[in-house]
């Protein structure tokens, strides 16, 4: 939330920043981040397919490691979104787009452990 410096309740987030002075480079530089990070699984998903790195041995495998690139793609359009609607203009949204990165990105984390 923006507000005065002289109020002491006030605590300034990243997204305050990219609401006001920064918000260009905010947009690029998360979005910059969510699809290098989402490109990191797509990139292994297709090394095993193409046998560069050791193959599945199961459907389970497989199927885990497509829904971690799910999760990875619905949390990176969340991450974009979420610096697009910045705090200052777009209260509401922002909030249900941050709800959405926190919760559905830790999946793609989750989900290539079980591959083990």
Known sequence: MVKSDADPECKSYISDVGATSLKPLFIAMGTTTVVVFTLGFVTER???HTGKLAHNTSWAQKILS???IIAAIA???GL???TIFDTLHHKHLHD???LLFMYVLPFAYLF???LA
């Open 75 to 77: 949390g990176a359009v």
């Open 80 to 82: 974009i979104l979420l």
């Open 96 to 98: 249900s787009f941050l």
């Open 46 to 48: 297709w090394l095993r």
């Open 112 to 114: 290539p452990p079980l």
């Open 66 to 68: 497509i829904c971690a």
